[in-house]
């Protein structure tokens, strides 16, 4: 406990233990002891008997005249570290030198690890000591260990492991939620609030303004996304970029080459659209790459790979093409769409580009563009003029019927082309919100075959069971329900858990709402077997099961 104190020529126990067996007469020893150890204040000798008489033990007394003097020491090294002595650090690195071989008492602990804190460069040898010590390492200030994080790579990452897991395990949480709402869904914290989350905030204060702990975390990310092509590695690399904004740490953000672009994309998401200001703002960032800096279009197209991102920029998209179709315009003589189609295209291209370690921008498919989302086009005619017709007098309606088939090029890039489906997703989830149940029938059975089966992805599937709450009435038919469970749900949920979940979800909330007969053969065909019935409890929730307890 009192380790250290000989080095300072300090007295300790094994010192009075020795003096005690060695003397003749104890108590003139111990008087001897205690003048010569306790507080060299000439004044106060006078003074202690009173204690004595109050019943106050010296010890007591001792200690609170220590305590306040550890508080006031630590003040004092504070104010020295943040004044504007030039010497100021030579001063705190004398007394760590005098105070460090007491670091292991509790008492003194403190302000050897003010000391420390306020250094900005510790003793190399010091350092050493303090990671070789875990329980050290454990208690110093998070300003010490960035400085033993950057030289042991190993460590920083067996520390930030941890907030990595947490932070995928909170995303995946809130896409399975049993809260169904078109209103409150996973996009629908600002960025803001976002950045406020636990990860994000402590990944924030351990990197403080070490670049090169900085570049660490983007490395872990990257290689991160490329193992498990989880992309919301590419939204918490672009949420520690704009904490880092929010809290003006120039010295990293002025030399992350995505720093303006990624600035200028966070409020295009915060207002969920890319107006034509900033996109042509964003257009500029991505022109700007120069030769020999290629590798900055990798960081770039995580940040646009950012489900956040990806989302404000189709609904932008969206938003473009009923401009146009009001208009009466191409896709093709849009720039701006050309520009948002780009950024998707980038967004979308993240992995492989990242993978290969080619950084050219994908070439954006122009079929998309001549042939897609003409066909696309074509779809909402469909339905608006099928919308008209209905509308008009019985004896000026023709024999039109509302069609049941799609485009063979809007089915055909579906499958093919990810920009392609992704925009096709969007616009299944526009009709849904439009709660067009029409369209909705005839757009969801070509939904079983898209590219990289997105439609079954849990971020689409989220917003899907989400924006059918809408439809909630519907679910009171045979045939609407046909169309979502046998058409499209049921067609892969054996073999795609995340699916079979999704489900479950959309059940939960609606039960009250669909056929009794229909329901009936619904729990039988989504009862999960036995043994996976606590994993699925603790995954969706128990209620998920109420189903089941009300039909048995």
Same mark, same amino acid.
């Given at each position: 406990?009192?380790?250290?104190?000989?080095?300072?020529?300090?007295?300790?126990?094994?010192?009075?233990?020795?003096?005690?067996?060695?003397?003749?007469?104890?108590?003139?020893?111990?008087?001897?002891?205690?003048?010569?150890?306790?507080?060299?204040?000439?004044?106060?000798?006078?003074?202690?008997?009173?204690?004595?008489?109050?019943?106050?033990?010296?010890?007591?007394?001792?200690?609170?005249?220590?305590?306040?003097?550890?508080?006031?020491?630590?003040?004092?090294?504070?104010?020295?570290?943040?004044?504007?002595?030039?010497?100021?650090?030579?001063?705190?690195?004398?007394?760590?030198?005098?105070?460090?071989?007491?670091?292991?008492?509790?008492?003194?602990?403190?302000?050897?690890?003010?000391?420390?804190?306020?250094?900005?460069?510790?003793?190399?040898?010091?350092?050493?000591?303090?990671?070789?010590?875990?329980?050290?390492?454990?208690?110093?200030?998070?300003?010490? *260990?960035?400085? @033993?994080?950057?030289?042991?790579? /190993? !460590? $920083?990452?067996?520390?930030? #492991?941890? %907030?990595? *897991?947490?932070? @995928?395990?909170?995303?995946?949480? /809130? !896409? $399975?939620?049993?809260?169904? #709402?078109? %209103?409150?869904?996973?996009?629908?914290?600002?960025?803001?609030?976002?950045?406020?989350?636990?990860?994000?905030?402590? %990944?924030?204060?351990?990197?403080?303004?070490?670049?090169?702990?900085?570049?660490?975390?983007?490395?872990?990310?990257?290689?991160?996304?490329?193992?498990?092509?989880?992309?919301?590695?590419?939204?918490?690399?672009?949420?520690?970029?704009?904490?880092?904004?929010?809290?003006?740490?120039?010295?990293?953000?002025?030399?992350?080459?995505?720093?303006?672009?990624?600035?200028?994309?966070?409020?295009?998401?915060?207002?969920?659209?890319?107006?034509?200001?900033?996109?042509?703002?964003?257009?500029?960032?991505?022109?700007?790459?120069?030769?020999?800096?290629?590798?900055?279009?990798?960081?770039?197209?995580?940040?646009?790979?950012?489900?956040?991102?990806?989302?404000?920029?189709?609904?932008?998209?969206?938003?473009?093409?009923?401009?146009?179709?009001?208009?009466?315009?191409?896709?093709?003589?849009?720039?701006?769409?050309?520009?948002?189609?780009?950024?998707?295209?980038?967004?979308?291209?993240?992995?492989?580009?990242?993978?290969?370690?080619?950084?050219?921008?994908?070439?954006?498919?122009?079929?998309?563009?001549?042939?897609?989302?003409?066909?696309?086009?074509?779809?909402?005619?469909?339905?608006?003029?099928?919308?008209?017709?209905?509308?008009?007098?019985?004896?000026?309606?023709?024999?039109?019927?509302?069609?049941?088939?799609?485009?063979?090029?809007?089915?055909?890039?579906?499958?093919?082309?990810?920009?392609?489906?992704?925009?096709?997703?969007?616009?299944?989830?526009?009709?849904?919100?439009?709660?067009?149940?029409?369209?909705?029938?005839?757009?969801?059975?070509?939904?079983?075959?898209?590219?990289?089966?997105?439609?079954?992805?849990?971020?689409?599937?989220?917003?899907?069971?989400?924006?059918?709450?809408?439809?909630?009435?519907?679910?009171?038919?045979?045939?609407?329900?046909?169309?979502?469970?046998?058409?499209?749900?049921?067609?892969?949920?054996?073999?795609?858990?995340?699916?079979?979940?999704?489900?479950?979800?959309?059940?939960?909330?609606?039960?009250?709402?669909?056929?009794?007969?229909?329901?009936?053969?619904?729990?039988?065909?989504?009862?999960?077997?036995?043994?996976?019935?606590?994993?699925?409890?603790?995954?969706?929730?128990?209620?998920?099961?109420?189903?089941?307890?009300?039909?048995?």
């Amino acid at each position: 406990m009192f380790a250290g104190l000989p080095e300072l020529g300090i007295s300790n126990g094994e010192d009075l233990k020795e003096t005690l067996t060695n003397c003749t007469e104890p108590l003139k020893a111990i008087d001897q002891f205690q003048m010569e150890n306790g507080i060299l204040l000439p004044t106060l000798q006078s003074a202690l008997p009173f204690l004595d008489l109050h019943g106050t033990p010296r010890l007591e007394f001792h200690q609170s005249v220590f305590d306040e003097l550890r508080e006031k020491l630590m003040e004092r090294v504070a104010i020295i570290a943040e004044g504007k002595e030039e010497d100021r650090y030579g001063k705190l690195e004398e007394l760590l030198e005098k105070s460090f071989p007491l670091v292991k008492m509790p008492s003194i602990q403190p302000v050897v690890m003010q000391v420390l804190k306020h250094l900005p460069k510790v003793p190399e040898k010091k350092l050493k000591m303090v990671m070789a010590d875990k329980e050290l390492y454990k208690v110093c200030a998070v300003e010490v *260990k960035r400085q @033993i994080w950057q030289d042991n790579q /190993a !460590l $920083f990452g067996d520390e930030v #492991s941890p %907030l990595l *897991k947490q932070y @995928i395990v909170e995303k995946e949480a /809130a !896409l $399975f939620s049993s809260d169904l #709402s078109i %209103l409150h869904n996973f996009f629908s914290p600002s960025p803001k609030t976002r950045r406020q989350g636990e990860v994000v905030l402590k %990944l924030t204060q351990m990197i403080g303004k070490n670049v090169k702990l900085y570049d660490m975390v983007l490395q872990f990310l990257r290689t991160l996304f490329l193992r498990t092509r989880n992309v919301h590695y590419c939204t918490l690399r672009a949420e520690l970029l704009m904490s880092l904004h929010d809290l003006d740490i120039s010295e990293i953000c002025s030399v992350d080459p995505c720093h303006k672009f990624t600035w200028c994309l966070d409020a295009c998401i915060r207002e969920k659209f890319v107006d034509g200001k900033r996109a042509r703002e964003l257009q500029g960032f991505l022109d700007g790459v120069k030769k020999g800096q290629e590798q900055v279009l990798g960081d770039l197209s995580m940040i646009l790979c950012d489900p956040f991102a990806c989302n404000t920029l189709v609904l932008s998209i969206m938003r473009n093409l009923q401009e146009l179709l009001s208009q009466e315009a191409l896709p093709r003589d849009s720039s701006d769409l050309m520009l948002l189609l780009r950024m998707l295209s980038l967004g979308q291209g993240a992995w492989d580009m990242i993978d290969s370690q080619v950084f050219k921008e994908p070439r954006l498919d122009l079929e998309v563009v001549t042939r897609f989302l003409p066909a696309m086009m074509s779809v909402v005619v469909d339905d608006h003029t099928f919308t008209v017709e209905q509308k008009l007098p019985s004896e000026e309606k023709s024999s039109l019927t509302y069609p049941t088939t799609l485009p063979d090029a809007f089915n055909r890039y579906l499958q093919e082309n990810r920009v392609a489906c992704e925009m096709g997703l969007y616009y299944v989830l526009h009709i849904a919100k439009l709660r067009n149940k029409n369209a909705l029938q005839r757009l969801l059975p070509a939904l079983v075959e898209t590219y990289n089966d997105m439609a079954f992805g849990d971020i689409f599937l989220h917003l899907l069971t989400g924006h059918l709450t809408l439809l909630s009435d519907e679910f009171g038919s045979e045939d609407f329900c046909s169309v979502v469970f046998d058409g499209f749900l049921l067609t892969s949920f054996s073999s795609k858990e995340n699916v079979h979940r999704h489900a479950l979800r959309m059940l939960l909330h609606l039960q009250h709402k669909v056929l009794p007969s229909y329901m009936e053969t619904l729990t039988k065909t989504l009862e999960p077997p036995k043994q996976s019935v606590l994993w699925l409890c603790e995954a969706v929730g128990r209620s998920c099961f109420s189903p089941w307890l009300l039909l048995s």
